[in-house]
């Protein structure tokens, strides 16, 4: 069975961090690509960040460039998210979803988690 399970979510004041995790299971991790998502309240789904897990390539929103920074640990089949000078924009549930390229597309993604919510007060 095929599970992601997202965490390290909560609330945190402006300027603060958080690092969210994936834990992937139930597929050959290194054959999928693995990406992070957020949804806010009324809004649609916005693509984060994306890494291949075969060649480590990462991808990024321009809204969190220079801010997050996406890791994988092949070993442990996990995918990190850390996330610095977070914004209150930056308020949404997180999820990370599986799939067969690294793009912030979210449609592309076979796989899904069931998010971790991220609350940034200001």
């Known amino acids: 069975e095929v599970q992601l399970v997202e965490s390290g979510g909560g609330l945190v004041q402006a300027g603060g961090s958080l690092r969210l995790s994936c834990a992937a299971s139930?597929?050959?991790?290194?054959?999928?690509?693995i990406g992070w998502f957020r949804q806010a309240p009324g809004k649609e789904r916005e693509g984060v960040s994306c890494?291949?897990?075969?060649?480590?390539?990462?991808y990024y929103a321009d809204s969190v460039k220079g801010r997050f920074t996406i890791s994988s640990d092949n070993a442990k089949n996990t995918v990190y998210l850390q996330m610095n000078s977070l914004k209150p924009e930056d308020t949404a549930v997180y999820y990370c979803a599986a799939g067969g390229i690294a793009t912030l597309f979210g449609d592309e993604y076979d796989y899904w988690g069931q998010g971790t919510q991220v609350t940034v007060s200001s």
């Open positions: 139930g597929f050959t991790f290194d054959d999928y690509a």
């Open positions: 890494i291949s897990s075969s060649d480590g390539n990462t």
